[in-house]
């Protein structure tokens, strides 16, 4: 069972296991998920904040003592270097010395299991979405070579893209960010839908289908399809947008 304080371990994990002492902490994490753009350290360390305060308010709602959660809420004591941002600009080999010390990783297999079972997060079928992150970014591949505005190229090219991130590395992105993604995604194409008779009429159509495909496996983890109704009601549009002026086969 996935659960915040797993999720938190596994991001950390990365660093923790990094042999390049020199390299810079947050750049470590953001090059394994697939984060390129300028805001990538930014959005690290969103993520680990995120992981954090959530874990302290898993603790927090646990049927257990107020001791017990005192020494389970001084297990992430360590890192309110990250929470204060006092340490996010460290190396591995700096951040090893500090708050990511293995022990005190380690420790927080100890909060999972003391959550497993009472504040458990959503998880997705891994093989599922690693399928779906390979099938994104092929399309990515085919939207550098089609024939379009640029800005529409680009925006187009690093939403794909970072679908397939966080399809691969679901367990530090989470609902959110998938949701995010799919709405900028698929209202970046609605909102500048292809020429009548186009050839990018058919790429469209099927990074249509993925999105879908994307708000599946969103929605096995929040059934709450209120929150989400805009991405398929903005994709069945566009599927039949396309059908209708798309090219004949």
């Known amino acids: ?43 690290v360390v969103s993520i680990l904040h995120s992981k954090l305060l959530q874990t302290a308010a898993d603790i927090e709602s646990l049927p257990v003592d107020d001791h017990m959660k005192k020494h389970l809420q001084n297990q992430l004591t360590p890192f309110n270097g990250i929470l204060n941002l006092a340490q996010i600009h460290l190396s591995i080999g700096d951040a090893k010395r500090n708050f990511l010390k293995s022990d005190n990783v380690v420790a927080l297999t100890n909060v999972h299991l003391a959550l497993t079972g009472h504040v458990v997060a959503g998880s997705v079928d891994r093989f599922e979405a690693e399928s779906l992150a390979e099938q994104f970014r092929a399309v990515a591949g085919r939207i550098k070579n089609e024939d379009m505005p640029v800005s529409l190229k680009n925006s187009l090219l690093k939403r794909t893209l970072k679908m397939a991130s966080i399809l691969e590395h679901y367990y530090a992105f989470g609902p959110d960010n ?72």
């Open 1 to 43: 069972m996935q659960t915040s304080a797993l999720s938190l371990q596994q991001i950390l994990t990365v660093a923790n296991t990094s042999r390049d002492l020199k390299a810079d902490f947050l750049q470590v994490l953001a090059d394994h998920i697939g984060l390129q753009d300028q805001n990538a350290k930014a959005q």
């Open 178 to 249: 998938l949701q995010e993604e799919l709405e900028g995604l698929v209202g970046a194409m609605v909102v500048s839908p292809p020429p009548q008779s186009s050839k990018v009429a058919k790429l469209y159509k099927e990074l249509a289908a993925l999105s879908v495909a994307g708000l599946v496996i969103l929605t096995t983890v929040d059934a709450s399809l209120g929150k989400v109704v805009s991405i398929t009601e903005n994709a069945a549009k566009l599927v039949e947008y396309v059908d209708e002026v798309g090219p004949k086969s």
